[in-house]
């Protein structure tokens, strides 16, 4: 199946710092979507990414369609203590809805 | 506008038996996908339903199994139960089967198999 690569594996950052996180993958895909999970809980959709070069923010929260249809990034700006938890990265090679996820990053925010 | 809902949330079970997972997904969401969760192999794609017809398969034994029935509502089966198949989970709708479409999580089912 498809590769995706997600990094960084974790971080741990001070409140009020930025974030950035990207994933890579081996093939092109038409759409990109990146999710946050918490403990025992589904995924939630944060952003959704159709188009190369498309910038999408949702408040905070910041993601682009790479020019070469290979990756994907997310950037959290000013994080805050309730923005802990693990960041997917999911893409979408052709119809079908099956979707490739990343391996995540868990974020910690320390106050 | 009720999210994607899994019953049950958790469940026990003993090698060897079988399980059934249900799905309801959002409200006029007529695909709906299942992914197993585990620590060590993350977000693993089972399968996809669409007009109560599966679409795609991911690379898993024939002992995993569902169907969607003509409300949109999806049901998966597990078989003879081993150990590895304790996992979260997770059943997710969209719109269509098409690209460009947005996929909806539920909470999930924690499966434990002792």
């Known amino acids: 199946g498809q590769q995706l690569n997600q990094s960084p594996q974790s971080m741990f950052i001070q409140e009020g710092e930025d974030v950035s996180m990207n994933c890579t993958s081996s093939?092109?895909?038409?759409?990109w979507l990146w999710y946050k999970q918490d403990p025992g809980e589904g995924p939630v959709l944060l952003i959704a990414?159709?188009?190369?070069?498309e910038l999408t923010s949702n408040g905070r929260l910041t993601a682009q369609f790479g020019i070469t249809r290979k990756d994907s990034f997310l950037n959290i700006s000013a994080s805050i203590p309730s923005d802990v938890g693990i960041y997917f990265c999911?893409?979408?090679?052709?119809?079908?809805?099956?979707?490739?996820f990343g391996t995540g990053t868990s974020l910690t925010v320390i106050p | 506008k009720a999210g994607v809902t899994q019953t049950p949330r958790y469940l026990i079970k003993t090698r060897g038996q079988q399980v059934t997972l249900s799905c309801s997904p959002i409200?006029?969401?007529?695909?709906v996908s299942w992914y197993q969760q585990t620590p060590g192999q993350g977000l693993q794609f089972l399968f996809e339903?669409?007009?109560?017809?599966?679409?795609n398969k991911g690379n898993f034994p024939g002992r995993f199994s569902g169907r969607q029935f003509s409300n949109s509502r999806s049901e998966m089966n597990v078989s003879t139960l081993e150990l590895g198949d304790s996992a979260l989970y997770l059943c997710?709708?969209?719109?269509?089967?098409?690209?460009?479409?947005?996929?909806?999580f539920g909470s999930g089912t924690q499966l434990s198999v002792l």
């Open positions: 093939s092109i895909f038409n759409t």
């Open positions: 999911a893409g979408q090679v052709d119809t079908g809805n099956q979707f490739y």
């Open positions: 990414l159709y188009k190369a070069g």
């Open positions: 339903y669409f007009s109560e017809t599966q679409r």
């Open positions: 409200s006029g969401h007529r695909s």
């Open positions: 997710a709708s969209s719109l269509t089967d098409r690209t460009n479409e947005k996929l909806f």
